[in-house]
């Protein structure tokens, strides 16, 4: 499948052309990014006992594994599917939701 030019994203160097500016995403971005999602969702009761209910995870221990980065791409799993919460992470760490794509990819890579 082509992308277009201002979608297209170059995997080999993680990174995006998105409204014409040029994002790279390194591994270290996706973990903070990651991290602030998290941040974010623990700030929110609704939202963080929606995500506890489908991983399993109670506070202490998604904070104990805050460092895995496969746990890291489950948050952004999990923001990922909702687009209002989507939105309103994107809008209040001021990013484009295109960069929790790119963070969820390279945090699920090998």
Do not use: Q, W
């Given at each position: 499948m082509e992308l277009s030019?201002?979608?297209?994203?170059a995997i080999a160097g993680?990174?995006?052309?998105?409204?014409?500016?040029?994002?790279a995403m390194t591994r270290d971005k996706a973990e903070t990014l990651?991290?602030?999602a998290l941040a974010?969702?623990?700030?929110?009761?609704?939202a963080f006992g929606r995500f506890a209910d489908l991983s399993g995870l109670?506070?202490?221990s998604a904070a104990a594994?805050?460092?895995?980065?496969?746990?890291l791409a489950?948050?952004?799993?999990?923001?990922?599917?909702d687009e209002?919460?989507?939105?309103?992470f994107c809008d209040d760490a001021s990013i484009d939701p295109r960069q929790v794509h790119l963070a969820r990819h390279l945090l699920s890579g090998p």
């Open positions: 030019p201002p979608e297209r994203i993680f990174a995006a052309t998105i409204s014409g500016m040029k994002v990651a991290l602030d974010y969702l623990a700030a929110d009761a609704d109670d506070p202490k594994r805050a460092g895995e980065p496969d746990f489950s948050v952004l799993d999990f923001l990922l599917t209002v919460l989507l939105a309103c």
